[in-house]
């Protein structure tokens, strides 16, 4: 028998140590040549749509080409058109105004690239997070390692091919490789270290990165909480509730995780939820605009909590039939779990969604906040400003009254997690902040009185400023 092969550590390295050996401020691009590196990689990515979509739809079993090319594609795309737009007024130095006293001078703020960032990228949407961040990087004047997942193996194919379109490997370069090459990757001396993925894993990489001091971004998940107001209509709202949730069939980090809805309303809300996902996917067994589980593992752990609420006496609704062969479990909603069930004690990431009921608005707020803090919540009712004092009363990497995942889409709102569900933001001008130093400038004055007065630190001049700077 054939010794296992090792992890191509070797690979990795040579590439870290390539790009640390080409980064140096002398080297970094102008803004110009930035932005037209960031146009061509755009030019790259419409070229290849049809092979994106079909790289992803192979890693994932079957993944909806609607999907693909709207979360991933389009998505992507419109994040480095803002950020080209935009990049000039970033990346810029910015001036600011000092009012003279105590310290006179000119000042601003040098936006400057962190050096080699690595991003570790997830399985359920490959292109779009590996991508942005890398991209974001790259208009910070950064070099970039991109890790992505071992589940979607000719994904991170293409996007090696793709970034070898437009950049040298001393500027971006792919690595791939398992659980090991990802340990491995964590522990590297980045100058910045960008993660996508669970929060177990999240709290390993952030202790690898921690021993050299490495900033880290985490964008993490959690039970991300969606709760029907009072005034919350079943045949109005639940659509919306069942397009972020069964959208990628459930397998994205800010699905709702868990609905509330006022006593006595579980099954109307649950009915209207499983027709709409009726109405979006008749079929979801045979439909191939309805997206696969990721892995057989992924699968049997889903069917296995649908399989435990079953056992439980539990009130379980179906828009479908299961296709095991195809990895494929229908729109599912279960009634009333156990607060210590798997359901609603494990993100679920996938197309189940678990209803509990609520007293009263205290009620619901106590149970949310009860709870590690999500990545996003999601408030609908008629009264959209009475969901907005819900929200107000809750915390969240983000939120969006009357609707659900929408707000990843839009580029000037930061994106980011807050306790368990991460830490750092990107999106737009925040990512940009994300990957760059802000460094502080001070040009003083040639004056003889501010140099005599700096210097004697303890004459005259220095205590009249003093006593000034003190107040009475």
Known sequence: MNAPQKPDNDRLQAA?????????????????????KLRDLLRAIRARRSEIVDAISDDFGNRSADETLSAEVAVTIGSIEHTCRHLD???NPTRMFNLGIPIPGRTYVRHEPKGVVGV?????YPFQLAVIPA????AGGNRVLIKPSEFTPRTADLLARLFADVYGEDEVAVVTGGPEIGKTFSEL??????FTGSTAVGRKIAMAAAENLTPVTLELGGKSPCVMMPDADPEKHTPLVAFGKFYSAGQTCVAPDYLLVPTGQAAAFGEAIIAAARRAHP?????????????????????????EARAAGLTVLSAG???????????TVVIGPAPDSRLMTEEIFGPILPILEYDDLDDAVRFITGRDHPLALYAFGRDARAAEKLVARTTSGGAVVNGAIVHLAVEHLPFGGVGTSGYGAYHGKRGFAEFTHARSVLVLPQW???????????????????DWMIGR
């Open 321 to 331: 039939d299961a296709a095991p062969e195809a990895r494929r479990i229908p729109p």
């Open 135 to 138: 991209a974001t990087a790259l």
């Open 89 to 91: 007024r970033w990346a």
């Open 189 to 194: 001396p980045f100058d910045h270290l960008f």
């Open 283 to 307: 079929d979801p067994a045979t439909d191939t605009g309805y997206t696969s589980m990721i892995t057989e593992r992924h699968y049997g752990r889903l069917t296995a909590m649908i399989d």
């Open 120 to 124: 570790i990228s997830p399985w359920n």
């Open 448 to 466: 003889p009185i501010l140099r005599d007065t700096i210097i004697r630190p303890s004459g005259r001049r220095m205590r009249w400023l003093t």
């Open 16 to 36: 870290f140590d390539v790009q640390r050996s080409a980064f140096s401020f002398d080297s970094v691009p102008g803004i110009s040549a930035r932005r037209m």
